[in-house]
């Protein structure tokens, strides 16, 4: 059986605009999001407070957390990969933060510097704060289902760190398909691992479609009981590790699936597709979502 | 096993209709020398049935006019099935004098899209079916039928399942071994799917089922594996995910043979077909035809020149 509702973690403004190569003006990130206000979607990632140095595409984020509307009902999560970060982004006025782990060694070298173990560390300085501050924290866990470097990743090293990010007091648990090639065998093993450790309440997937896999493996996490889901308007955001491939799973393809199954979300789909047009658009580009392809007929 | 712990088929066959339904609805016209050579490297992929061409009026589709040059050129691969589609008594035996040793009839469970395709009545339709049935029982010619529109149709829009439970009978009494359920413009999602086939089973052993999905709007994977999980063991696709849709301009068909064979793979489901040869056959006919491929595992493994 089904959850009867599903809570859709709309990523575009950042992971979606972080992995486009074209810079966004501020503007249109902020119109980008206040659109998506209007959508019924409940929770919108912002931006990130990362060093503009690694990720120029968010060097705006302060701009962006103050210049949007914040509607009553939404959650705008920022990114905080540190204890500077965060501060910063309270000083802007976030209200929720999310920290990025990972099952891989190789890729937290790679992406952040240091060894799972020392992340986590970083992390807890952010935990700390944060509960002085009262301010939730989701955390993320990336190559859930594989990794570039590493390749296979085991169930259980995701049950591990997943496990060590919901002790340290995150709220929610997003396991990341990071380079979209699991699918649904090996989603359900990876989530079968993880549910013995988090209540699965807690946990949310965030798959990518590189391999055309997510709204396949999405369906399997719903029939175990997962009810949040990761995705991206347009499905902007491509991959970093395929040039030319696909990225992150489009909101309005997710969204025409769960109306499909009878399964409440509260997201208009006429509306999401809207500002998947005004955002692609303004990148100059197509957009990723199947569903938009069809209705819009070109 | 890892697909029978899970209560998933152990074998999975697939029905390769890129040369047919995809380059059916490609703009482009496919010279008959490229046709014969995508399906010979199809033969050499380990799939077990290539739907080759279409005896129909080259009138009505023009893409298909090569249909016996097509037939007689192709190699034959000890194995593999070569059925094609025959609307009537003249194309089976237009398709039998070319060689043809299995073919195909497609009927609809919508009545409008029966009139607006093939000019006549479901009714009518199975009718002509019947004819094409006899002849082939009487020269041990296997007979395919197709139930297009199984989970929406572009004119009358939803179709209830009883319906397609109802034309998919009266296919499989006539003779058709196997019935292929077409989500002809892929509105389906995991809910429809589900429901259309527990009215279809009601009807016609599990066995004799395949699904038919086009990824019009995303949908495919996850509608094929909710029919997987439900027993069915026959999906067709399309190499390179060929052929458009008609019905929603700029919109893609067919679901990629290589993003089912992806799924199925990481399933532990044995199929017998190489996915690598697969996307080379798949990046043969997209340079031919001077587009991009449509398979998503295409795209992803040959930007980074690697496969999983």
Not at chain 1, 38 to 49: D, H, K, Y
Not at chain 1, 266 to 282: E, P, R, S, Y
């Amino acid at each position: 059986a089904f959850p009867k509702r599903v809570k859709v973690v709309e990523v575009g403004p950042r992971d979606g605009l972080q992995n486009e190569k074209n810079v966004v003006p501020t503007p249109v990130k902020i119109n980008l999001i206040n659109m998506l206000s209007e959508t019924g979607l409940q929770v919108i990632e912002a931006t990130s407070f990362v060093s503009p140095k690694w990720v120029p595409q968010m060097a705006d984020h302060t701009e962006v957390m103050q210049g949007i509307n914040k509607l009553p009902g939404i959650s705008y999560p920022v990114l905080t990969p540190n204890l500077r970060g965060f501060q910063a982004a309270v000083a802007a006025g976030a209200k929720e933060v999310s920290i990025f782990g990972a099952a891989s060694e190789l890729f937290t070298k790679k992406n952040i510097n240091c060894s799972i173990e020392e992340s986590l560390e970083r992390f807890d300085e952010v935990m700390t704060a944060a509960r002085a501050a009262s301010i939730p924290v989701r955390g993320y866990v990336s190559c859930v289902l594989g990794c570039p470097y590493e390749g296979k990743i085991s169930a259980a090293k995701v049950a591990e760190v997943s496990k060590k990010m919901y002790s340290m007091g995150c709220y929610e648990i997003s396991l990341g398909d990071t380079i979209g090639i699991g699918t649904p065998g090996s989603m359900k093993e990876m989530l079968t691992a993880v549910m013995k450790e988090v209540p699965v309440g807690a946990l949310a997937v965030h798959c990518h479609d590189t391999y055309g896999q997510a709204l396949a493996n999405i369906l399997v996490a719903l029939q175990m009981g997962v009810s949040v889901v990761d995705a991206s308007v347009a499905g902007l955001g491509g991959c970093p590790y395929a040039r030319g491939a696909s990225g992150n799973v489009a909101t309005e393809d997710l969204v025409y699936m769960l109306n499909g199954l009878g399964i409440h979300t509260g997201v208009d789909l006429q509306k999401l597709m809207d500002t998947g047009t005004f955002i692609c658009n303004a990148l100059n580009r197509r957009s990723n979502s199947k569903v938009s392809q069809a209705c819009c007929r070109l | 096993q890892e697909s029978q712990a899970s209560g998933l088929p152990e074998y999975i066959k697939i029905v390769e209709v890129g040369p047919r339904d995809g380059l059916q609805n490609e703009k482009v016209i496919v010279p008959t020398d490229i046709k014969i050579e995508l399906i010979n490297r199809l033969s050499r992929t380990g799939l077990p049935a290539i739907e080759v061409t279409s005896f129909v009026s080259s009138k009505w589709v023009p893409q298909m006019a090569d249909h016996k040059e097509v037939m007689r050129g192709i190699e034959r691969h000890p194995g593999v099935q070569y059925p094609v589609l025959t609307p009537n008594l003249q194309g089976f035996h237009s398709a039998i004098a070319a060689g043809a040793t299995e073919v195909s009839v497609f009927g609809a469970a919508s009545e409008s899209f029966s009139k607006m395709n093939i000019n006549c009545s479901i009714e009518e339709s199975i009718e002509k079916f019947e004819e094409v049935a006899k002849s082939a029982r009487n020269m041990n010619i296997p007979v395919r039928g197709y139930v297009s529109c199984a989970l929406g149709c572009p004119y009358e829009g939803n179709i209830i399942p009883a319906k397609v439970a109802e034309v998919s009978k009266r296919l499989y009494s006539m003779g058709c071994y196997e019935i292929s359920l077409g989500d002809t413009i892929g509105v389906g999602t995991p809910g429809s799917m589900k429901r259309m086939l527990e009215a279809v089973m009601k009807e016609i052993p599990l066995s004799a089922l395949a699904v038919h999905c086009h990824d019009t709007y995303g949908q495919a994977l996850a509608n094929i594996l909710t029919a997987i999980q439900m027993g069915v063991t026959v999906v067709d696709s399309s190499v390179a995910g060929l052929g458009g849709c008609p019905y929603a301009k700029g919109a893609t068909g067919n679901v990629a043979t290589e993003d089912v064979l992806y799924m199925l793979n990481g399933l532990g489901i044995n199929t017998g077909v190489n996915l690598y040869r697969v996307m080379e056959a798949g990046n043969f006919i997209c340079t031919a035809l001077n587009k991009k491929t449509n398979s998503k595992v295409a795209q992803a493994s040959f930007s980074t020149g690697t496969t999983n």
